[in-house]
């Protein structure tokens, strides 16, 4: 089968792709601006991109699988309705080819969702049980986004933006999850949804496709999933608490500072001490949830906690890109306020005293609305100093910012600019955070390029 899929360089539809391809099928695709690191994975897998244009449908493929990135008007989307040629969503695609029949673990939230995936993943991997996965990123533990597995597992990052522009959905109602996370829930892709409740329908509808004998992993410790619960559940339940003395049947206790290590706790039963590389409140949750999700499909607390200490994290969260002079420059996918305040306090709790430079560009769509402008300063409060790389379309004045920051913020509208504005700022011992869901004009490599420049003048002199 020809499987063509427009708006290949997303991550989910590279993970489509890669699905695709390694059950044999041929696999072409069409985008725009492909970066890393799903353009590299694709080169990798010898699956050529071609700018969207309707040759690319010449020879007419199988079945055309098209992104939820895409809409009318783009040339490729047109061409294909006016041919009358089979398409299809990624989500429905995945259904009917790989998830009918499988044990599927789904992992939904505003927040964590790729992280705790990968590490669901990891735990059915270390046990012999070759789950298969799609995740939105690259775990490190496996190198790709996407495989079909050997087992009856499948792991899935369960979002809830939509499915298609023919198909308004969210995209996990296609999934049929028998075990779901829940991890949290908060305002977020406001060019699609017009408030929170309507997220929160969203995830009831989700809720209703799981079977009596499914079990929802639901964190305790958010105070909005409350209101999805009770718009009704036919499931099992299983509650997760990052504290103790709560209700939760999973808990953490005994936590280090940074959250590099911790106790599980399950039913008042101690089940592993868990000390491992990854850092922050947010990761150690993560992991309570996995290993809860884990143990419905039959694996024991004890061998989770043992997977995790091997856990390697995913490509772009708190990745470290390298270290030129003393300088630690990350990259990390933080776009949400939230998830850039939890980042931020997890690197202040490790960082020994030294400075973090945040550098920030608010890209996501619901970022450039403005929808977050006044939640945004108070997150960033936690660096010592904050470049802002702002277009000069954003459709909010970020300068209103600086009343909350006041002078540790600089926002620049050129990226060159941002960094040659960096480079005199930067010293020995700072974590420069670079935060975007991006590419961000490749301005990590920039960053390590500029900083191994002044080192070298500097040894010359």
């Known amino acids: ?13 590279g993970g489509i792709a890669a699905l695709a391809r390694e ?26 991109v071609a700018r969207y244009d309707p040759a690319n449908l010449d020879p007419a493929p199988d079945i055309v699988v098209i992104g939820n990135a895409l809409s009318r008007g783009n040339p490729e989307v ?37 992280t705790t995936s990968s590490m669901l993943a990891w735990i059915l991997e270390y046990a012999g049980l070759e789950p298969g996965f799609l995740i939105g990123g690259v775990p490190e533990n496996f190198g790709i986004t996407a495989r079909s597995g050997g087992g009856r597992y499948f792991v899935i990052e369960a979002d809830e933006y939509d499915t ?22 908060e305002f977020d892709h406001a060019d699609i949804f017009s408030d929170l409740d309507a997220i929160k329908q969203q995830f009831h509808f989700l809720i209703r496709t799981v079977p009596a004998t499914g079990q929802l992993i639901i964190n305790a410790d958010d105070k909005e999933l409350p209101d999805v619960l009770a718009k009704g559940c036919w499931s099992q339940q299983q509650q997760i608490s990052s504290q103790l003395g709560t209700d939760a049947n999973w808990q953490l206790a005994n936590t280090s500072t940074d959250y590099s290590a911790f106790d599980v706790m399950h039913s008042d039963n101690a089940c592993g001490r868990l000390e491992w590389s990854l850092i922050g409140a947010h990761n150690a949750a993560n992991a309570l949830a996995a290993i809860a999700a884990a143990n419905h499909a039959g694996i024991e607390p004890a061998q989770a906690i043992e997977a995790l200490k091997a856990f390697q994290n995913v490509k772009r969260r708190m990745e470290v890109r390298g270290i030129v002079n003393g300088i630690t420059v990350y990259d990390d996918f933080a776009h949400h ?15 020994s005293g030294g400075r973090i430079i945040a550098v920030l560009e608010p890209r996501s769509n619901t970022m ?35 009343g909350e920051l006041g002078e540790r913020l600089a926002i620049h509208n050129n990226v060159d600019e941002l960094i040659a504005g960096l480079m005199p700022a930067v010293q020995s011992g700072d974590h420069v955070l670079i935060m975007s869901n991006g590419g961000f004009e490749g301005i990590h490599d920039k960053i390590l390029d500029r900083l191994a420049d002044l080192n070298l003048k500097r040894s010359m002199k």
């Open 78 to 114: 047109e061409a294909v309705l006016e041919s009358d040629l089979p398409y299809t969503s990624g989500p429905q695609w995945l259904a009917e080819h790989l998830l009918r029949g499988r044990w599927v673990l789904a992992v939904a939230g505003t927040h964590g969702k790729t």
């Open 368 to 402: 450039r609305m403005g929808v977050h402008k006044d939640s945004l300063g108070a997150s960033l409060l936690a660096a010592d100093e904050i470049f802002m790389y702002v277009p000069g379309d954003q459709d909010w004045d970020t300068s209103t910012l600086l």
């Open 23 to 48: 059950m044999g099928h041929k696999v072409t695709g069409s985008d725009n601006n492909p970066y890393p690191p799903m353009s590299t994975q694709l080169k990798a897998q010898g699956i050529e």
């Open 164 to 185: 298609a522009f023919f198909d308004k959905r969210s995209k996990f109602i296609h999934y049929h999850p028998r075990t779901l996370v829940l991890n949290n829930l």
């Open 337 to 351: 306020p939230t998830a850039i305040a939890t980042t931020l306090d997890g690197l202040r709790r490790h960082a």
């Open 1 to 13: 089968m020809h499987v063509h899929i427009l708006g290949i360089c997303g991550t989910f539809m």
